[in-house]
C-alpha cells in the first residue's frame, strides 16, 4: 500500500486512532501527528471512537474516517473533546455479539478489522492508548499492522516512559481539587478523606499528596494499617489544628493483621477508609471522591508540548521504517521503544522512589513507620 510517486518519495495514508478513557488534549496527539505527517505529504485520516469507525461505517452520516487536512487541523482547539472520540471498552480480538439465535457470544474481529486497513488503503497506524491498549495493538502488529503506539494514562503506569501523555493535566486539577478539599476540612474542623485515580499505582495520589500537604496518603504498593493511621491523625489532631487530610487512591491496599485487602470496588475506597476511621478517632471524618472529575478540564502546558512531541515522534517511527513500537519520554529526549517491553507490566511507584523519601521527610504517613 506504499505507492512511488517518482521524486516526491513514499506516499502513504496513516490513520489515527484513540483509545478508551477520556484524557483532557489528546486533540494535541492528533494535531502533532497530522502536521508532521502532512509535512511528509503523507495522507493523514482519523478513525473514529477508536476502531469503530473501520468496522461499523454506517453509524456515522459522514463516514467512519476523517480527512486530518491541514484546514481542519489549523483551526483544532487543543482544549476541546477529543476530535476522534474513544473507544469503547471492546477488544476486538474478544468482541462481544449477539448471534442469530439471539446469543450473546464473544468473537474474534482481528482479521476483519486488518482487511478493512487494507480496503482503506491505510498503511500505517498510530494509536493513542492505555496500558490494556498497547497489549491489542501489540498483537495486531504480531498479525501484521504497522503500528506506533503513544503512551496515554492519568496514572501514569505505562512503563518505559517517565511521563504518560494526559498525566501532568490530571495531576495539575487533582493537586486544585486536594487544595480546596483541605480548606474545607480547615473551616469545618474535620477530616477529609480523598480518594484519587490509582487503580495499579501511586503517582498521581503521592505527589499530588505531597503538593497538598496531606496528613497521610494511601496507595497500591504500601499495604496500609488503619489503626497506624487512626494514630498518625490523632497525633496531629489539636486544637490549633483541628482537621487532617487523606488522600487515598481507589486501588489503596488494607492490612489488619492479615493479608493485605483491596478496596473490591473502584469508587469505594475513600468511603471504606473513613467508615473504618470514624470510630476509632473524636474528630469528624467525611469521604470524598474526586478521582473521576480529574479527567476534565484543560490539558496543562507541559501536557500540550508533550502531546505535539509525541504524535510528532510517532511520524518519526513510521519514517524511519519501524513499527511495533511506542514512543516513550525519557528525560530530556523523545526515544522509542518496542512494544514487547512494555507489555503486561504496570510501572508502580518503586520502593526506593525519591518521592517516597520526600514525603516521609514532610511527616506524610504512606502505611509504614517512618
Known sequence: MIKVLGHA???RRVAINVGAGFVPGTNTVVMGAAI??????????????????????????????LTLSPELIENLDPATGGILGQA????????????????????????????????AEIDGLISVVSGPGLGILYKLHRKGLHTVCIPRSIENDIPATALSFGFNSAFSITIKMLSKARQAAQSARKIAVVEVL??????????AGIAARADAVLMPEIPCDLKMVAA?????????????????????????????????????AAETVATTLQPMIAT??????????ARGGDPTALDHQLGMAYGAGAVQVLKGGQNGMMVAFVP??????????????????????????IAQSLGIYLGHPL
Not at 104 to 116: G, K, Y
Not at 198 to 207: I, M, V
Not at 284 to 293: D, K, S, T, V
Open 36 to 65: 508532521a505527517g502532512g509535512k511528509l505529504g503523507w495522507e493523514m485520516v482519523g478513525i473514529r471512537d477508536g476502531f469503530e469507525g473501520l468496522l461499523h461505517p454506517d453509524r456515522y452520516p459522514d463516514g467512519g474516517l
Open 88 to 119: 469503547p471498552r471492546v477488544d476486538p480480538f474478544h468482541a462481544r455479539t449477539v448471534s442469530e439465535d439471539k446469543t450473546a457470544e464473544e468473537v474474534d474481529l482481528s482479521d476483519e478489522l486488518l482487511n478493512r486497513l487494507k480496503a
Open 332 to 357: 530530556p529526549d523523545i526515544k522509542f521503544v518496542p512494544l514487547a517491553d512494555t507489555i503486561n507490566k504496570v510501572r508502580t511507584v518503586p520502593a526506593d522512589s525519591e518521592f517516597l523519601r
Open 284 to 293: 469528624e471524618i467525611y469521604p470524598l471522591a474526586i478521582g473521576p472529575w
Open 9 to 11: 518519495g513514499l506516499h
Open 198 to 207: 490509582g487503580e495499579q499505582a501511586g503517582w498521581l495520589a503521592l505527589q
Open 232 to 268: 498518625r491523625l490523632k497525633d496531629k489532631i489539636s486544637p490549633r489544628r483541628p482537621y487532617g487530610l487523606v488522600v487515598v487512591a481507589e486501588g489503596a491496599k488494607f492490612v489488619d493483621h492479615k493479608p493485605a485487602q483491596t478496596i473490591p470496588q473502584s469508587g469505594h
